[in-house]
């Protein structure tokens, strides 16, 4: 036993000092000046609560959680009704529907910013080549270049890529329903929709859980899609959180004051996810 405890440690403090020193310090690091007034050189002062008052009072920080919840709440929705839709036809009896899972699992594994440019071009010059040819004035336009419509063209790219990690997740929950209770359902006259209702959904509410919050978490820190695609334009009507910490900390010699702005974003990721964790398990309790 005690050989074993000595292997356990050997193993873990290595992995617990990495972790420390490349995340658990940084951030307390993060917290510490965001009661300063560094501007990530030169002296520095204590300033209290100063940094954190004045993100409230921010008209570019307040658009920009605003920009941040309305991308995340549209792409959590779009995300999770497609990828369960997707599922659930991978999961039938098609042919090569093995095959077609591995494919569809690739967006997933490319570079955000490789997709994001390829996108970019997409959205800038095929559709609207497309659109001029067939006549169509609403797709003859470039979306990212107007301040209304560039955030749906970030939606459709992060949904797209985000759609396939999604589906594995309910894919490994569909797996686990017997086919027994869809042929007894079936015996007694119920429809598609009462399956899914009464069978199929009620027993992949975890997978929904778990999917839910991951996809409300991933697209509040939204960067590199924004980064590939707009830069956080036209004008800051795509900027997001984690673009205006970055431009402002590294960039603007913000570098206390976007500090506090990224603890004040960590705890209310933080609420959300708590919120969504409860209301969800709740809802599961329920429906068991």
Do not use: C
């Amino acid at each position: 036993m005690k050989k074993k405890n000595n292997v356990f440690l050997v193993i873990a403090i290595p992995a617990f000092i990495l972790f420390f020193i490349f995340h658990s310090y940084p951030a307390l690091q993060g917290i510490f000046y965001s009661f300063t007034d560094w501007k990530g050189y030169g002296d520095w002062n204590f300033v209290g609560l100063k940094n954190y008052l004045n993100v409230f009072k921010d008209g570019r920080a307040g658009d920009a959680y605003v920009f941040t919840f309305k991308f995340a709440m549209v792409s959590t929705i779009l995300v999770n009704i497609i990828s369960l839709a997707v599922a659930i036809g991978l999961n039938s009896k098609i042919k090569f529907h093995k095959t077609l899972r591995a494919i569809y699992f690739l967006p997933y594994i490319l570079s955000i910013l490789i997709v994001g440019f390829i996108f970019n071009f997409i959205f800038a010059h095929f559709l609207p080549q497309i659109g001029d040819a067939l006549g169509w004035e609403f797709l003859s336009r470039n979306i990212l270049g107007n301040p209304d419509l560039a955030w749906i063209g970030i939606v459709v790219v992060a949904v797209w890529q985000a759609v396939s990690f999604n589906t594995i997740l309910y894919l490994a929950g569909l797996v686990t329903i017997s086919e027994d209770l869809y042929e007894a359902a079936s015996i007694d006259g119920a429809g598609v929709w009462t399956k899914f209702w009464r069978i199929t959904f009620p027993l992949i509410a975890p997978f929904f859980t778990i999917n839910m919050v991951l996809s409300l978490k991933n697209f509040l820190m939204v960067f590199d899609q924004i980064v590939a695609l707009t830069g956080g334009g036209p004008g800051k009507s795509t900027e997001s959180i984690s673009l205006l910490i970055y431009r402002g900390g590294f960039e603007g010699g913000e570098f206390a004051y976007q500090s506090a702005n990224a603890v004040i974003y960590f705890i209310v990721i933080i609420i959300f996810s708590v919120i969504q964790l409860k209301f969800l398990n709740k809802r599961e309790v329920e429906n068991g």
